[in-house]
């Protein structure tokens, strides 16, 4: 038989079926069933999107074919269909010796001639087109793989730096081998595909020496969430497969890809990985090798790289949507050439995790079982359920003693216990109501918590089995062992949408693709102190500053973590712009309020390098906070920061859907002062339709509404510090927090002055505070004032606006 190496030129549906070879620039994804998944994928790409600019190595496949003649040539389907016969899969020892046996019998079986001539033409035609000798990788592509259902990815062999005619025909050889290694014939028996129904076709592909510069992998999906919106790039220093192996720890980024469309630089979040090895050439083979210190502790790719690799995973996911009719996330690999520092993609295929996931559902839990040994009571936060170890922590000195998945017990947190509690499975403080800081952060966080039970630091023991309920009302309960619950979920479909806007408070920008989901019109109050305590962690003026320093241990850790920057305060900088801006991604185009810091002073104290910078104050509550400090000498300069991280997010990534807040405004005088200092910034009210609002949180912005609708454009209700000057009480005290309560009538009658007043004066206005999310009466009331927006916890969104619905309704 004559060997067929066919090119686009010579193609008709006969001769592909008889096709030992097939150019890369001869298939499509039409194709699968003649050169596999990954053939087919390249050479769509090459064909459709190398016009627009995608870079892709050019080569050929062997076909499916090629392989079933391989297999008929010598008779082995019979052979193999025998040792088939008594296959096991669940027996692991029968696994591996059918599959051993398997591939023996197609290594020990030579290629015909007809097809070693086949595929030694065509790499002397891949040489011609590069250089002698050229180096290739030759990639298993079997005909049922790269499927939006079925990946297989991963499951047969791939062979690096390839050269020479021996070696391409030994490594092809080993590729057709590896269509029965012990993970691919599992994976088939897992997905009930036959065997014998599925060729193996190899890709033969020109190296990209990324084995001199970077390579990675990128989703044009949220690989955790599903988030549709952004791009995953990750990569780390030399070939692909340590980063496809999971043998480093890549850097990750992220890019928001419809502003990136409209020619923005979207990056709104980087994670620097260690990056420790890197995979090389040594002759003929590959190995690993150290990476130096100062390569790990920078970036792999420069911003330019990652928005070029962006913009292709968007071509890609736009072509392949197209030619599948529906929105088709991709899973791609990409490398640079560090010879020529091209990038290039090296393959891609549809991303099978997340794509195939329904989103759309609501989780209820509910306590099961009749026996209940109650320890201890609190005011419930949240409406969960989790069980654990306790792990009682009464200083911030012994924290790093707190292992993930216990139950955090303390007397209560600040931002300084932020890292513990996000590793916590449930949160039990003695002191604080429902407003403090821990019951905040612990919605923020998902993770269920019961706050002021006075006594649990005395009561619960660390290493005691315990389960934490806060889904049996007002109360919450720790009972001893660990009790059964269950998880209902509630599909979201056809739920009511309110007249009056339903938004959420969201605090942590890793929460926020996720929280997306859930139905909203966006964020009523995103708080920068989840950022800055959490993630900054430092002090702004400390790294304004950082010469000045006396603290020289909190000097050291500031070192640390900003060895990236010579620039100290670009660090704040950066890491500001990416929280608020993930947050801004996340929901756009809907609006997110960002409320600019109002760390207290004794919190900011507490950040690295703090305490050199703030006063000691014997009601901090009341004292330097809010906008008092954005204009003052001692934090102007801080403020500049937190406005130029917003300045980047909206005019260099394009989050116009971005709106600063200002909290504890007193005047509005002081008002004025501020919006003065942040134009001085770069943020000039109305420029590109730049909107500043306000917290209405002091009975004085209440009282003097109209006044500050004149220097705002809009004000959201603080009903916590609202509630707590309008009835005197001190939101963190556990022995007031019975007579904390917003549904007061003087706290009810501010309210409503409020809404009046931005009425005549034709202001938005809503509440982010925390009483409509506990109390459906309070959101009744807050509907019939005529509120434009309600923002709620994201545990509450779904149950309010199902009673919002009733009552926009008249039920």
């Not at 064909?47 to 297999?71: C, I, M, S």
């Not at 620039?567 to 900088?573: A, G, R, T």
Request: charged share 25%; net charge negative; with cysteine.
């Amino acid at each position: 038989m004559q060997a067929m190496v066919l090119t686009k030129n010579t193609l008709s549906q006969s001769s592909i079926e008889q096709a030992f070879i097939l150019w890369f620039d001869s298939v499509g994804i039409k194709d699968i069933p003649f050169v596999g998944g990954k053939n087919a994928s390249l050479g769509e790409m090459i064909q459709q999107l190398k016009p627009q600019g995608v870079n892709v190595p050019n080569g050929f496949a062997t076909t499916a074919y090629a392989y079933r003649y391989f297999l008929q040539s010598a008779q082995l389907e019979e052979k193999l269909r025998k040792l088939f016969h008594d296959l096991d899969v669940e027996d692991i020892n029968n696994l591996k010796l059918v599959g051993s046996e398997a591939r023996a019998l197609l290594m020990n079986t030579p290629f015909p001639a007809d097809l070693e001539d086949a595929i030694s033409g065509a790499y002397q035609k891949l040489c011609e087109q590069y250089n002698e000798n050229t180096d290739v990788a030759v990639r298993s592509s079997a005909t049922a793989e790269d499927l939006p259902d079925a990946s297989f990815a991963g499951q047969q062999d791939t062979y690096l730096n390839i050269t020479g005619i021996e070696a391409v025909l030994n490594a092809c050889h080993r590729c057709f081998a590896s269509i029965f290694t012990d993970r691919a014939i599992s994976y088939r028996e897992a997905k009930n595909f036959n065997h014998f129904d599925i060729a193996l076709a190899v890709g033969v592909q020109k190296m990209v020496r990324s084995d001199l510069a970077t390579s990675g992998v990128m989703f044009s999906i949220d690989t955790e969430t599903g988030f549709e919106n952004t791009a995953l790039i990750t990569a780390a220093y030399g070939l692909g497969e340590n980063v496809v192996q999971g043998t480093v720890n890549p850097d990750e980024y992220y890019v928001f890809k419809p502003t990136l469309k409209d020619g923005f630089r979207p990056i709104i979040n980087k994670k620097l990985g260690s990056k420790a090895l890197k995979m090389v050439y040594e002759g003929s083979t590959t190995n690993n090798i150290p990476v130096s210190k100062e390569d790990q502790n920078r970036y792999a790719l420069t911003d330019d790289e990652i928005l070029q690799l962006a913009s292709w995973a968007c071509l890609i996911e736009d072509h392949y949507s197209i030619v599948n009719g529906a929105t088709s996330p991709m899973d791609i690999e990409w490398a640079k050439d560090g010879i020529t520092n091209e990038l290039f993609i090296v393959q891609a295929r549809p991303e099978t995790v997340q794509s195939q996931k329904n989103h759309a559902v609501l989780r209820t839990y509910k306590l099961l079982g009749e026996e209940k040994n109650l320890l201890v009571t609190g005011r419930a936060v949240g409406e969960m359920i989790n069980r654990g170890k306790v792990r009682v922590i009464v200083d911030t000195d012994k924290i790093n003693e707190f292992q993930p998945g216990e139950v955090l017990v303390t007397d209560r947190t600040d931002p300084d216990w932020e890292p513990i509690m996000k590793r916590a499975s449930a949160i039990v403080t003695n002191s604080g109501g429902r407003v403090c800081h821990a019951a905040i952060i612990a919605r923020e966080l998902g993770v269920p918590a019961i706050v002021g039970c006075i006594n649990a630091t005395q009561v619960l023991e660390t290493g005691q089995e315990v389960t934490v309920s806060c889904a049996e009302g007002e109360e919450g309960r720790v009972y001893s062992g660990l009790l059964p619950f269950e998880v209902e979920e509630i599909p979201l479909e056809n739920l009511p949408r309110t007249r009056t806007k339903i938004l959420m408070n969201v605090g942590n920008p890793q929460e926020a693709l996720k929280l997306s989901m859930i139905p909203n019109d966006g964020v009523g109050l995103a708080r920068t102190e989840f950022i800055i305590a959490n993630q900054i962690q430092t002090h702004p003026m400390a790294l304004l500053r950082y010469n000045e320093l006396k603290d020289e241990v909190a000097k050291a850790k500031i070192a640390q973590m900003t060895a990236q920057y010579e620039d100290k305060s670009q660090y704040f900088v950066d890491k500001l712009t990416q929280g608020v801006a993930t947050i801004a991604a996340a929901f756009y185009p809907k609006p997110v309020i960002v409320r600019m810091s109002d760390f207290k002073s004794n919190e900011y104290a507490n950040l690295l390098g703090g305490r050199q910078f703030e006063p000691n104050e014997e009601n901090p509550m009341l004292g330097w906070r809010g906008a008092a400090r954005y204009y003052d000498a001692g934090y102007r300069d801080a403020f500049a920061l937190e406005c130029r991280a917003l300045k980047i997010a909206r005019d260099c990534m394009g989050l116009v859907n971005l709106i600063p807040m200002i909290p504890f405004c007193r005047t509005p005088s002081e008002g004025r002062l501020v919006i003065e200092e942040m134009a001085k910034n770069g943020l000039k009210q109305g420029d590109k339709g730049l909107q500043i609002y306000v917290m209405c949180e002091l009975p004085n912005n209440v009282i003097m509404a109209e006044e500050f609708a004149e220097v705002f454009d809009g004000f959201s209700i603080g009903s916590n510090d609202l509630t707590q000057l309008t009835l005197g009480i001190d939101r963190d005290s556990s022995l007031v927090a019975a007579l904390f309560d917003e549904r007061s009538e003087g706290v009810k009658r501010m309210v409503k002055m409020a809404i009046q007043a931005a009425k005549r004066k034709n202001r938005k206005i809503g509440i982010c505070g925390q009483a409509p999310s506990d109390y459906p009466e309070f959101a009744q009331f807050l509907v019939e004032e005529g509120i434009d927006t309600i923002s709620l916890n994201p545990d509450s969104v779904l149950k309010t606006m199902l009673e919002i619905a009733k009552v926009e309704n008249g039920k």
